[in-house]
Antibody, heavy 120, light 110 residues
């Protein structure tokens, strides 16, 4: 069925690194823009990055620029988020979301999320 | 980019209509018709209920409707039902090619 499944979350110390993965199935992954969105405990949603269908266009939210890298492997139907220099404020559930065929499109399919906890 | 402003909570009785506002700036809500709305039940992933200001995805109840005036977008839920009790968030594309979400609104069905 059409779905996104995130993995790779866990407990990491401040300053550490983590790589999240998102496996897509049931649709033509290479046709779609994809995004990462996070939600800190008890807080609202925060968009952090998107990548175009070909991977050539990438944007980041200011607070994570320089610390995270979004990438994709269309042959493996997978989206990735490399997170470095993690801080306590990066603690959140991280969702991958399908983002339509072009910039501006809505997030029309979400994964179940993976929890990232940054703590010593 | 500052979060879009939503009321923290809105409540209504079954059968009533409620409206949730989402206020931004000319750099986001007012700049494009790329406003979307998401419903999120506790412990669940968000679900798209409105896109491009006023369009409903297939399968979403027609009790949900969206609109926009200037820098403020609105989501109206008519015929409020118990299952509508959830958190609702707006989102907008911005003029600097990013996205921004709203602060979120908790809807309570009395």
């Amino acid at each position: 069925q059409v779905q996104l499944v995130e993995s790779g979350g866990g407990l990491v110390k401040p300053g550490g690194s983590l790589r999240l993965s998102c496996a897509a199935s049931g649709f033509t992954f290479s046709d779609y823009y994809m995004s990462w969105i996070r939600q800190a405990p008890g807080q609202g949603l925060e968009w952090i990055s998107y990548i175009s269908s070909s991977g050539t266009t990438i944007y980041y939210e200011d607070s994570v620029t320089g610390r995270i890298t979004i990438s994709r492997d269309n042959a493996k139907n997978s989206l990735y988020l490399q997170m470095n220099s993690l801080r306590a404020e990066d603690t959140a559930v991280y969702y991958c979301a399908r983002t339509g065929y072009m910039w501006g499109d809505a997030f029309d399919l979400w994964g179940q999320g993976t929890m990232v906890t940054v703590s010593s | 980019q500052s979060a879009l402003t939503q009321p923290a909570s809105v409540s209504g009785s079954p059968g009533q209509s409620i409206t949730i506002s989402c206020t931004g700036t000319s750099s986001d809500v007012g700049g494009y018709n790329y406003v979307s709305w998401y419903q999120q039940h506790p412990g669940k992933a968000p679900k798209l209920i409105i896109y491009d200001v006023s369009n409903r995805p297939s399968g979403v109840s027609n009790r949900f409707s969206g609109s926009k005036s200037g820098n403020t977008a609105s989501l109206t839920i008519s015929g409020l039902q118990a299952e509508d009790e959830a958190d609702y968030s707006c989102s907008s594309y911005t003029t600097i090619s990013t996205y921004v979400f709203g602060t979120g609104t908790k809807v309570t069905v009395l």
